[in-house]
């Protein structure tokens, strides 16, 4: 009798093991998100959570700043991924598909842009990164899928003409004054104070030779020509050219001297870093407002982009209207709508993105960053036309495919 109870017990703990595991299956497999026939699940929204919070975690470091980025980040996540099957929708309508080669070349010019030259140096990279080489590809191709959209649909909406830039320039002409300038070049007397000095020289000696190369320069002889026998023996520098400096560009000690010469005279030495300094001015521009042909590609990049970011937001909200939409986003990300519509575009980090913009990746960069980077935004592709379907005049949609009423099927997590 004994043992009869107690297997009954332990069926009975077995059978509430499995219940509940099922409900919990259950609930990770539902529906939070329909878009036509895209769907995404809360075990979905929840990896792409997590994945955020260790994003802001590791890379924030102030706490006030990382609170807010923290609270932010469900509501991010989820209009992310919004977004993504609008577009995940568009894609499948236009017939655009990524290639197993077009993943390859982007994957490689990833690599070839962070230095990463062996097989080795890519898994350790993709390891620090806490990345698979699946899941980057499929990332991806999911990346370059979307922008292939944006591409196709969105850039040829882009249309700034010069009157249009002209005109901003003519508004805004404070917003292009350039500060004083100076351009200076300066020879250095060493102190010895570098690891592989030469020679090391008294005081006195550094001044007499300091005070030579500029009477020298003071007498009409070029700069380079007064320094070039201190060279040869290794107790000066030769000449450097800083280029058109502002002020603040220079250590506070030269500037003070810098600021005060006229063109082509040269300073008394100087003492800062390394010895003493010699500098001279060879020629001073006021302040100014920059000519319109200095500024139009700035102007024009920054209009483009405003520009983008306006038809994106429409773009967005006619698919919205030609779509069937059932969100259900958890609680924590109830508010994802307001991040929707003419608001700048921002990650998970709090970060402004710009949609438009190609600037190559920032020198020094580690092969994790260039991982991490690859994974939040491939690099963009051109155009892709597959054949399947022509490309629709800029501002006009097709009608989207036929939709099902049936639910859509939700395999399990991992599945």
């Not at 899941?135 to 850039?155: D, K, Y």
Request: net charge negative; proline share 7%; aromatic share 4%.
């Amino acid at each position: 009798m004994v043992m009869t109870n107690r297997r009954r017990a332990l069926s009975l703990a077995l059978l509430l093991l499995f219940t509940a595991n099922g409900l919990r299956a259950e609930t990770l497999n539902g529906v939070i998100l329909r878009i036509n026939d895209q769907i995404a699940t809360l075990y979905d929204y929840q990896q792409r959570r997590q994945e955020a919070v260790r994003e802001i975690s590791a890379r924030v470091q102030d706490p006030a700043e990382r609170r807010e980025l923290l609270a932010q980040a469900p509501e991010i996540v989820f209009r992310d991924l919004y977004e993504q099957l609008l577009l995940d929708s568009r894609a499948d309508q236009l017939g655009i598909f990524i290639s197993d080669k077009e993943v390859d070349e982007t994957i490689a010019g990833m690599r070839a842009d962070y230095g990463i030259e062996t097989d080795e140096q890519f898994a350790r990279a993709l390891q620090q990164a806490g990345m698979s080489l699946p899941l980057l590809r499929e990332q991806m191709r999911r990346n370059l899928r979307l922008q292939a959209v944006r591409g196709r649909e969105i850039r040829p909406r882009v249309q700034v003409d010069e009157e249009d830039l002209r005109r901003y320039y003519r508004k805004n002409e404070e917003q292009f004054r350039l500060p004083e300038q100076v351009q200076v070049r300066e020879v250095v007397v060493r102190d010895g104070s570098e690891p592989n000095a030469q020679k090391v020289l008294a005081p006195e000696e550094r001044l007499r030779i300091a005070e030579a190369i500029r009477s020298e320069v003071t007498a009409g002889k070029p700069l380079a020509d007064a320094v070039a026998p201190y060279v040869q023996t290794g107790v000066a520098t030769n000449v450097v050219e800083f280029g058109w400096v502002a002020r603040g560009d220079l250590d506070p000690t030269l500037e003070a001297v810098a600021w005060d010469l006229q063109a082509g005279q040269v300073s008394a030495p100087v003492e800062g870093r390394g010895g003493l300094h010699v500098l001279q001015v060879t020629e001073r521009r006021p302040s100014r407002i920059a000519e319109f042909s200095e500024v139009a590609e700035q102007i024009r990049e920054r209009e483009q982009n405003r520009v983008y970011r306006e038809e994106v937001a429409k773009y967005m909200q006619e698919l919205e209207q030609k779509a069937l939409i059932v969100a259900n986003p958890p609680q924590e990300a109830a508010g994802f709508r307001r991040l929707l519509g003419g608001s700048p575009e921002t990650d998970t980090m709090g970060n402004e993105v710009d949609p438009m913009s190609t600037a190559a990746p920032a020198s020094g960069a580690t092969a994790e960053e260039a991982v991490e980077s690859a994974v939040s935004e491939a690099p963009r592709p051109q155009d892709r036309d597959t054949g399947q379907n022509a490309p629709q005049a800029p501002g006009t949609l097709p009608e989207p495919k036929p939709i099902t009423d049936a639910p859509p099927a939700t395999p399990p997590p991992g599945a």
